[in-house]
Every structure is written in C-alpha cells, then in structure tokens.
C-alpha cells in the first residue's frame, strides 16, 4: 500500500521560503508524476504543480515565480519549495501521485495526510 | 484557466435518499474530470476518474457521468459514510483546477 507523508516546518515567517518534504513508503517514486496540492477556506483546492520522478515539472503560473518541485530518488521523497511567502501562503499543504496508468486521463490516486503551514512573524 | 463550478453549495439529505451533485466547466473539457470525497481533517479521496470509471474500492452507490462541460455525480443510496464534502477537478489542460466543493449534510 502506497503512502505518502508530508513534512516540514508548521510556522514560516513573511518573505521567507517554505520548504515541505514528501516521503513516499510502499512503493516507488520512479516512473510517476508527483504533485503538490493546497486548500484553504478561502481558495478551496489548489494545484501547485507537478512533477516526473525524472525532473521534469509543470506548475501553476499563479505560483510558477515562487515554486520549485524537486525529487531525490535515492530517497523516495519529492520537495515543495514555496519563496517570498507573505499570509495568503496560509494553508494545507497535501503531495499527492499523479496515476496516468489511463493515459491521457490524470487523476490523483494516493494523497498525504495534509500539514498546516501559517504563514506569521 | 477552467473555471469548475459546482452546485449545490451544499445540501441536506437523509439516509438513502439519491444524491446529485452537478459540476460545469467554463469550456469544454472531453472527459477529463475527476471526482473526490473530503471528511473534515483528511485528505481528499478519489471516487471517479474520467468522468464515469469507479475508482478500485468505491462503493457501486457511486457513479459519474457527462462530458464537454456538464457533468454529474451521483449517489443512488446515501449512506451514513458519505456525509462529506465533494469536489470535481479536471485535467485536460494545466493548471488544473477544483470545483469549490458540495458539502452533503445530515437532513
């Protein structure tokens, strides 16, 4: 069984950069997309972007200026990076795998638990 | 990009009552749409994934349908485990984005 956990700082001071790691247990990170998802009360959920386990992305335009999706194989884990944050950063952070066994058709199969970051000096 | 919007907001509806849940796209989007179930403090869930194929494990109560830009979920037998809040997504251009979410209440 595949599981993913999220993990990383809870409090990020404005202007500073956040930073969550995935792990990811029960199965492999090659040969799958990964992606970060957030949701707030405000926004609902939003995708932040994804990545192939070879390195290549795709992300938000509304966030592409401050993210960085990264992976580390020889560790099963993938990173979200998130610069200049200010309180609108204020959110649930999930990772997630993205399942394209029924190419073209994406969808996200396995989630994390969520973590809370807030964005406060 | 697409704009999902769902309707209701929310609703109020009893043990096995049938549910539907409506999602339209801002332009057409094939069948590139997803369905997921959220409970308070967890992750989303997927129930449906192109428009109609039942994710493994979810129960046959569930079942989704349309394609373009009008699309419905439907539960045919509300169960006390559904009471929940749901949302569509779609992937058939990036960014993908979500509906804002129906949340089925206990009547």
């Known amino acids: 069984q595949v599981q993913l956990q999220e993990s990383g700082p809870g409090l990020v001071k404005p202007s500073e950069t956040l930073s969550l790691t995935c792990t990811v247990s029960?199965?492999?990170?090659?040969?799958?997309?990964w992606s970060w998802i957030r949701q707030t009360p405000g926004k609902g959920l939003e995708w932040i972007g994804y990545?192939?386990?070879?390195?290549?992305?795709n992300y938000n335009p509304s966030l592409k200026s401050r993210v960085t999706i990264s992976v580390d194989t020889s560790k099963n884990q993938f990173s979200l990076k998130l610069s200049s944050v200010t309180a609108a950063d204020t959110a649930v952070y999930y990772c997630?795998?993205?399942?394209?066994?029924?190419?073209?058709?994406?969808?996200?199969?396995?989630w994390g638990q969520g973590t809370l970051v807030t964005v406060s000096s | 990009d697409i704009q999902m919007t769902q309707s209701p907001s929310s609703l109020s509806a009893s043990v096995g009552d049938r549910v539907t849940i409506t999602c339209r796209a801002s332009?057409?989007?094939?069948?590139?749409l997803n369905w997921y179930q959220q409970k308070p403090g967890k992750a989303p869930k997927l129930l449906i994934y192109?428009?109609?194929s039942l994710q493994s494990g979810v129960p046959s109560t569930f079942s989704g349908s349309g394609s373009g830009t009008d699309f419905t979920l439907t539960i045919s037998s509300l169960q006390p485990e559904d009471f929940a809040t749901y949302y569509c997504?779609?992937?058939?251009?990036?960014?993908?984005?979500f509906g804002q979410g129906t949340k089925v209440e206990i009547k």
């Open positions: 997630a795998r993205v399942q394209t066994r029924w190419y073209p058709f994406y969808y996200f199969d396995y």
């Open positions: 029960g199965g492999s990170i090659t040969n799958y997309y």
């Open positions: 990545m192939y386990y070879s390195g290549s992305t």
């Open positions: 332009q057409s989007i094939s069948n590139y």
């Open positions: 192109a428009a109609s």
């Open positions: 997504q779609h992937t058939y251009s990036t960014p993908w984005t």
